[in-house]
């Protein structure tokens, strides 16, 4: 049976009104691109990977291109994102399984996703719910973990288990949207610095 939270429908319709038409904030113009940025985005700013991705999709065109790519080179074009090296060997591994497992196409499900090196659930879901629509799970970050706590939507703080949550919570139109509209409300309005949550919108629904 599904749960319900009383003020989930209140919350989602304040979300709406704030962020009408969320996008992501990566840049990118390929499905390719997207991919990489998010692998970019782990434990660095999305304004940082967008200053570096900027240069890096010129120099990186095509999926041969990262699978033609020495490492130590693509390590330092994308050094400022922190954890670079991890990030090359992923980055690599993950352009030869689309090529050898996936026809060079960004796949289209979770389970394919989850296959390619680098790509987590939070990777997978944002990547699937940007390019086709898919609400096959909701990507958390931290942003996601901090106020879905500080509204009292789960008491975890485990990426897999808040996600859990919400999924039985939040209706699967709104998956999508859910998601992108929490992050730009923790960005735009009530960022993870302390301060006065008076003039927060959603302030009204947070557990004390």
Request: aromatic share 8%.
């Amino acid at each position: 049976m599904k749960k319900e939270n009383v003020n989930l429908p209140k919350i989602l319709t304040v979300l709406t009104k704030l962020f009408p038409e969320p996008k992501c904030a990566l840049h990118y113009a390929k499905p390719l691109e997207l991919l990489v940025a998010v692998i970019l985005s782990a434990q660095c700013t999305d304004k940082k990977v967008n200053e570096v991705t900027k240069e890096l999709f010129k120099k990186y065109k095509t999926l041969n291109d990262y699978i033609n790519a020495k490492p130590d080179e693509l390590e330092k074009d994308i050094y400022s994102t922190g954890f670079y090296k991890a990030k090359a060997k992923n980055i690599l591994a993950a352009a030869q399984t689309i090529k050898k497992d996936f026809g060079g196409k960004i796949p289209k499900t979770m389970m394919e996703m989850i296959t390619i090196p680098g790509v987590g659930r939070k990777t997978a879901n944002v990547v699937l719910g940007e390019l086709y629509g898919t609400s096959e799970g909701i990507a958390v970050d931290t942003h996601v973990i901090r106020l879905s706590r500080l509204l009292g939507l789960t008491k975890y703080r485990e990426a897999h288990k808040i996600e859990r949550d919400l999924m039985v919570i939040v209706p699967k139109k709104d998956c999508v949207r859910f998601s992108h509209t929490l992050i730009l409300y923790g960005r735009e309005y009530c960022s993870a610095r302390k301060h006065s949550h008076a003039n927060c919108p959603l302030g009204k629904f947070y557990v004390k």
